[in-house]
């Protein structure tokens, strides 16, 4: 299976990651197997999987992020100053009354809790406050030139 990046590079799809689980029913259990026993073993062998996807999927997240110069590089800066590069570097939408919709942030729980301080901060600091408007100043532009550019179909 083949597919085509947004500057029209084709890929080919490769599924060379194998993810792999299992448990282990001992004979002294046996005796004691219900169903509820059982749902637990598969629930537990059912996150393990999952687990081990969302690890192969991140994993190829940041290669091709890092492929396509869509990395931001923090060192010697704030947080606050990775978020607002970040903000500038993606694409933002806008509802039909011109009201932002933010993108979603995926971080992992320990980055998480930082990154919400920093957002507040964004927003209670006056200077940065400043930035964040003239960032999403410059971004409904960009989308009210995307939206007029537009070819509808009939």
Do not use: C
């Amino acid at each position: 299976m083949r597919y085509s990046d947004v500057d029209g590079t084709m890929h080919r799809m490769t599924y060379s990651h194998r993810v792999e689980s299992s448990f282990i029913i001992s004979r002294d259990e046996l005796p004691d197997l219900d169903d509820a026993h059982y749902a637990e073993k598969i629930g537990q062998l059912g996150n393990e999987l999952a687990e081990g996807k969302t690890k192969i999927f991140f994993k190829k997240l940041d290669e091709t992020l890092e492929s396509a110069g869509r990395v931001i590089d923090g060192a010697g800066k704030s947080l606050e100053e990775q978020f607002l590069e970040a903000l500038s570097s993606v694409e933002v939408e806008f509802d039909s009354e011109g009201r932002p919709q933010p993108p979603t942030i995926i971080a992992n729980p320990a980055m998480a809790d930082k990154l919400q301080k920093a957002a507040q901060r964004v927003q209670t600091d006056p200077a940065l406050r400043r930035r964040v408007e003239e960032i999403m100043t410059r971004k409904y532009l960009e989308w009210r030139d995307r939206e007029a550019d537009r070819k509808l179909v009939d």
